[in-house]
């Protein structure tokens, strides 16, 4: 949830706010937790306490509900400043493949809860670079995301793009690009092994349209995560798809296996 006036965004979860306050404890300038999670952020208050920033120990969760505007706040909630989304420059891009850097591109995921699990895999198989577009359908940085990443948002960086289309042109030939589509040929296994040496793309599209015709036809490869029944004579998975962050969480391990 976010405070408009102040330019603030709630964090709330357990896992969200412990991962926050190990890594970034300084960006937190207020914080809010029951009783039962006192012990736990101890550390925590006093830390902010010899910096002068405010805590406070709340009488009823339901204050905590009002703060980060939803009731999966596991009894703790803190404020920062609305984290900023990078814009991608060239300078950016041409590091990632200097280094050999991976990098995950979302192509208009509009639900956070999906953004944020994105989140979560991608911290867990070591995507460290998010690409998102700047477009109304696609979802950003939101109480929920922090909360469903469950720490992850620490451990990665997210980008910003004007033109999903023209990023892809710009990566050709540097840069694998894979994208994923429930009616490609090629399997989703073996990915790291037709990189030939170039740091992988993976794009992943909305939740119902998938990745658009423009972005596939700016594809090095389009594969699909084999369903049951795939190798007999069935030509339909039971259900239509898995859900993106499901599917996320398929492609980078196989981007990460040897």
Not at 145 to 164: P, T
Not at 234 to 255: D, I
Request: some cysteine.
């Amino acid at each position: 949830m976010k405070n408009k006036l102040n330019k603030e965004l709630a964090v709330c979860g357990f896992a969200a706010v412990s991962t926050l306050a190990k890594m970034h404890e300084s960006s937190i300038s207020r914080l809010y937790f029951t009783a039962e999670r006192a012990a736990a952020f101890g550390d925590l208050c006093r830390t902010m306490a010899q910096r002068r920033a405010p805590y406070n120990m709340v009488e009823n969760s339901s204050e905590l509900e009002k703060l980060c505007g939803s009731v999966h706040h596991q009894g703790v909630v803190a404020m920062i400043n609305q984290p900023e989304i990078i814009p991608l420059d060239t300078d950016i891009v041409d590091s990632w493949i200097k280094n050999r850097e991976d990098a995950l591109l979302l192509d208009r995921v509009g639900n956070a809860n999906n953004l944020g699990a994105i989140v979560r895999s991608a911290a867990f198989f070591g995507f460290k670079n998010i690409i998102i577009p700047i477009d109304e359908a696609q979802s950003s940085i939101t109480t929920s995301s922090y909360r469903v990443a469950q720490g992850g948002m620490e451990f990665v960086s997210i980008y910003s793009v004007k033109s999903v289309t023209r990023l892809l042109q710009a990566v050709r030939d540097k840069m694998k690009r894979i994208g994923t589509d429930v009616t490609a040929k090629i399997r989703v296994a073996g990915i790291r092994e037709r990189c030939a040496g170039k740091p992988v793309l993976v794009i992943l599209g909305n939740e119902e349209t998938g990745i658009s015709s423009e972005v596939k036809q700016n594809c090095d490869e389009l594969v699909i995560i084999p369903f049951a029944g795939m190798d007999s004579d069935k030509t339909e998975a039971s259900v239509e798809s898995l859900n993106v962050a499901q599917a996320a969480a398929v492609l980078l391990y196989e981007c990460r296996k040897k």
